[in-house]
């Protein structure tokens, strides 16, 4: 069984037992956290796909911590100009692990 949720603009499948990195949200770490936009839900052979999003289903998940990625490092030149611009960006994310699919 496999959902597809949507959550930061962003959007994953998942499963019981996984962990993933979404875009950072407020929560503390160890609290349980529900998902209802769920745009769908697979068990087996049968398949719910909403319009844009079911109304019956619901993700469940804990919070595993929080965190920031690796940094992104942006180089902007001209060439002949004498012009370089260095610049770098870590983005925060929150770690969750799915404990619950409910359709």
């Known amino acids: 069984m496999y959902a597809v949720i ?14 993933l990195k979404i875009e950072q949200i407020v929560a503390e770490a160890g609290s349980d956290l529900v998902i209802d936009r769920v745009l769908m ?8 796909i909403g319009k844009p999003f079911l109304d019956s289903a619901k993700v469940s998940a804990t919070v595993v911590g929080h965190g920031r990625h690796d940094k992104i ?24 692990q799915i404990t619950g699919i409910s359709a």
Do not use: L, P
């Not at 959550?7 to 996984?18: I, L, M, P």
């Not at 490092?73 to 994310?93: A, D, S, T, V």
């Open 73 to 96: 490092r942006i180089f902007k030149m001209r060439r002949r100009k004498h012009y370089q611009k260095h610049q770098g960006h870590r983005q925060n994310y929150t770690e969750i």
């Open 6 to 19: 949507k959550t930061g603009g962003k959007q994953y499948r998942v499963e019981v037992g996984n962990k």
């Open 41 to 48: 839900v697979s068990e087996g052979e049968n398949v719910s």
